[in-house]
């Protein structure tokens, strides 16, 4: 909702806090189909078919370059009859040409796998040690990937039966809090689910060539007995019903029960038909747009669905670590064992702010000596050099150990994270970081045996630098009410935070444990970093100076004197040239970005983004989300090159908050780079420019 205002405000809130301990994990996907279309030669006649993901797990060192790895190869095959695999590798070679092995699973004639149904998944893990060729393999299938094809070999074809060039996916996790008022028309039921969507999708030129979804959702509150029989994304917005368009296997032929108490949990992973329009259709517009589709979850009771959430977007929240038999406490001498660690979190907001439901990205790529047994990965509440209580679960656990022979691998786990006491240990996380550590268990030392704080600590207390308007002009430091500022410094959150993903109808005070007092009264957050504070001054903050005041998990900022005028007119730019700075305007028509390849036309509706034009006409609350195009300012001028335009309408922008548009158009006989400002109640916006033909 916010991603376009966030962007246009150049606020750098990096969802990836930088590690502090060197090292660092990384985690990325490859998605491709396979064809033995695509052998070389072709091979014709073979009605066989392979969906492959394979994940690639980096270790990267202080500079950033890859220093060791494990790689998660996965297939998922379709072959007419009973097959035996014979290879499944990574060769170095381009598309129409055949060339060596780099990454090999091992799996070989002498070492085969054979399944007599011909469908079936094969799942290999393959280590890249330090130091070794493999490195350099990965640097390069990472930074071009199209020079390297997955190729999964059989006996009858022992060159390669499908085969596909690699291609590197984008994963993007939506959330859903699924409840039965949700149906159209809406059904009496207890039941409710939190559900997190993870859509891996590989690109070309906009064009989708692969794609893997998968469903998790949690349930509860079912009768007892009730039978699943559906389980699916549809195309429809809310309140209205629309077709299955990306289906899982869940049928009512499956018989598939809830779970004790009505309660559990159903995991589906599906692999996306691109030949289909509607899946790829679906996977483009919720791409664009996660509010275009639904999951529903159908029973017999509910053949309609019993329970339905449209899509939402998550925040993305990620703490590389090191992790250290030393760091656990007491330490542990005499075990040589590291772990470049990770845990994210894809956050979906409640209206104030705190955290409603997450999913958990627990991955851990670990160095132990030989043989070792992992009983426990978890988040524990504690600071450096003291012990904790668990309070994010990764799912390891006695009973669901891991256990690798080497003592080298990678642990990617994922985890929904909604019941009460996880909200609480979430909500601990974004508040009070730096008091909550990573730590893998293992059955020789089940108390831990490598941990780390997921930030380092810190008790300092935010700073104010600065306050500008938030389109980032040096020279535009008067705030309006209701505008939108930027407040710089140091300390002022100790985690970045933003609200993709919220929705409500009011921006909240607080973010991450960090609010804004302005003039006494207090501000609304749309963005936190360590250091930037995007925020709304309040609309009924007094004209004058104001003291303005921060507050961090740590403490009460210094306060600093801002001046607070009726009006503050600023034009948001994107783009600092020779030319000066590009105002972000766009042709109504179309929607399109006014650049200099696409110049504005005389007599073009334009629209221009702005804000600090003061309380509108009916006014808003602060922190209110605009619903209509009524919220109004009467007698904006605008001028382009230095000559009147035509001002057509001044609003506040449906969906945002304290953003607004200047609707207008251009006068003829212009060409080129012109300035363009906005005058508002006697005062003057910066100049920005405006491209014309």
């Not at 979906?348 to 043989?371: I, K, L």
């Not at 002009?473 to 410094?489: K, S, Y």
């Not at 302005?518 to 963005?527: D, E, N, Q, T």
């Not at 036309?601 to 009524?630: C, E, H, K, Y």
Request: aromatic share 6%.
């Amino acid at each position: 909702m916010f991603r376009k205002v966030l962007g246009l405000a150049l606020l750098a809130t990096a969802s990836m806090i930088p590690s502090a301990f060197g090292q660092s994990v990384e985690s990325i996907p490859f998605r491709i189909n396979m064809s033995p279309a695509n052998e070389v030669p072709a091979i014709e006649g073979l009605a066989a078919t392979g969906f492959g993901t394979v994940w690639v797990h980096v270790v990267r060192d202080a500079a950033g370059k890859v220093a060791s790895g494990t790689i998660d190869f996965g297939v998922r095959y379709q072959f007419p009859g009973e097959v035996t695999f014979t290879g499944f590798h990574i060769h170095r070679g381009n598309a129409g040409a055949n060339g060596p092995v780099v990454l090999d699973t091992r799996i070989t004639a002498g070492n085969p796998v054979v399944e007599a149904s011909g469908r079936g998944e094969i799942r290999r893990a393959v280590e890249v040690a330090a130091g070794s060729a493999g490195v350099a393999v990965l640097e390069d299938m990472i930074a071009n990937p199209s020079a390297f094809y997955l190729n999964l070999h059989t006996s009858v074809n022992p060159g390669g039966a499908v085969r596909a060039q690699m291609v590197r996916a984008e994963r993007r996790v939506y959330g859903v809090m699924m409840l039965p008022q949700n149906e159209v028309p809406a059904v009496t039921s207890g039941a409710r689910g939190v559900g997190f969507l993870t859509i891996l999708a590989s690109l070309d030129a906009g064009r989708l060539v692969s794609s893997e979804v998968t469903f998790d959702i949690n349930y509860t509150g079912f009768a007892e007995g009730t039978q699943f029989t559906g389980m699916h994304i549809h195309n429809g917005t809310n309140g209205t019903n629309g077709p299955v368009t990306l289906d899982t296997t869940l049928s009512r032929a499956q018989n598939i029960l809830a779970g004790a108490g009505g309660a559990g949990n159903l995991r589906y992973v599906v692999d996306v038909n691109i030949a289909t329009p509607a899946a790829v259709n679906t996977i483009l517009g919720i791409w664009a747009d996660a509010g275009s589709a639904y999951w529903n979850l159908h029973t017999v009771a509910n053949a309609g669905g019993e329970i339905r959430s449209q899509l939402r977007e998550t925040e993305r929240i990620a703490f590389p670590v090191q992790m250290s038999p030393a760091n656990e406490v007491p330490a542990i001498v005499g075990l040589d064992a590291t772990a470049a660690g990770l845990f994210e979190a894809n956050l979906m907001r409640r209206p104030d702010g705190t955290a409603m439901a997450a999913y958990g990205v627990f991955s851990v790529n670990y160095r132990f000596p030989g043989e070792t047994t992992f009983t426990g990965l978890h988040i524990h509440n504690g600071a450096a050099g003291a012990n904790g209580p668990v309070t994010l679960d990764s799912g390891i656990r006695a009973g669901s150990t891991v256990t690798t022979t080497t003592g080298v691998g990678n642990i990617y786990r994922t985890a929904i994270l909604s019941t009460d006491p996880q909200l609480v240990g979430l909500n601990n996380v974004l508040t009070n970081t730096d008091n909550n550590y990573l730590n893998l268990h293992t059955s020789v030392n089940p108390g831990g045996a490598v941990r780390s704080q997921i930030l380092p600590a810190n008790t300092a207390l935010p700073s104010i630098e600065a306050v500008l308007s938030a389109v980032s002009d040096q020279n535009f430091r008067n705030v309006a009410p209701g505008g939108l500022m930027t407040i710089f410094g140091t300390n002022l959150a100790k985690l970045a935070g933003n609200l993709h993903g919220w929705q409500a109808g009011r921006v909240p005070a607080s973010l991450n444990g960090t609010s804004v007092d302005l003039g006494g009264r207090p501000a609304a957050i749309l963005s936190v970093s360590p250091g930037a504070i995007l925020a709304q001054a309040p609309v009924d903050v007094a004209i004058g100076n104001a003291d303005l005041l921060v507050r961090s998990s740590n403490g009460a900022s210094n306060s600093l004197r801002v001046a607070v005028a009726r009006v503050a007119p600023a034009v948001f730019f994107d783009q600092v040239s020779s030319d000066g700075n590009r105002a972000v305007a766009y042709n109504l028509a179309g929607g399109a970005q006014i650049t200099r390849d696409n110049p504005a036309a005389a007599g073009a509706t334009i629209g221009v983004f702005t804000t600090g034009l003061g309380l509108s006409n009916p006014p808003q609350q602060t922190g209110d989300v605009v619903r209509g195009p009524m919220e109004r300012f009467t007698g904006v001028t605008v001028t382009v090159g230095g000559r009147a335009a035509m001002e057509m309408m001044s609003i506040l922008i449906p969906g945002y908050v304290g953003f607004s548009q200047t609707i207008f158009m251009p006068p003829a006989g212009l060409t080129g780079p012109q300035p363009l400002e906005i005058e508002y109640l006697g005062v003057k916006s910066n100049r920005t420019i405006l491209y014309m033909r």
